[in-house]
């Protein structure tokens, strides 16, 4: 939806652990946004696609990887600054945990991400991540609360 100088942008990304608990993170194209920056697989909706399919297409366009969504993990927004656009985006992120079931890790080639690759949690507290995969990480490492027993 656009009004003037302003946007909105709906995106859905994907939270991938395997086994080991390491987590499936992909950089993005130093075009797009100069650096190493890190982020979550994913990107923008089509114009009448489901979330929940736009996240299973994202994550194979970026990784080559087939996935099914296991569940919603996270909703945020944030509202900034775009100046590829000349004004204002308000992105809204919807992130689900994604289980792998095929395909094999490649590069995106011709897209907003360069490459994709699996880190420890550890070693992802240590990449430039940009802020959507800073609070999956931090939320992956969070201890979990202990079961109530009634």
């Known amino acids: 939806m656009t009004s003037g100088d302003e946007r909105t942008r709906v995106g859905a990304y994907a ?46 366009e970026e990784s080559g990887y087939v996935g099914e969504v296991i569940d919603l993990s996270d909703i945020s927004d944030r509202l900034f600054v775009d100046a590829s656009y000349g004004g204002r985006l308000h992105a809204i992120r919807i992130v689900y945990r994604v289980r792998i079931t095929s ?15 699996w880190f420890t949690l550890e070693e992802a507290t240590r990449l430039s991540l940009g802020e959507l995969a800073r609070r999956a990480v931090r939320a992956a490492t969070a201890p979990t609360a202990p079961a109530e027993h009634t």
């Not at 395997?18 to 923008?44: K, N, Q, Y």
């Not at 897209?111 to 690759?117: I, P």
């Open 15 to 60: 939270i991938c652990l395997d086994d080991g608990g390491r987590i499936l993170l992909c950089r993005i194209e130093p075009s797009v946004a100069p650096g190493e920056i890190w982020t979550l697989p994913g990107g923008g909706l089509d114009f009448g696609e489901a979330p929940e399919v736009a996240v299973v297409r994202e994550l194979a």
């Open 103 to 117: 395909g094999m890790l490649r590069d995106e080639v011709g897209g907003s991400t360069d490459t994709c690759a």
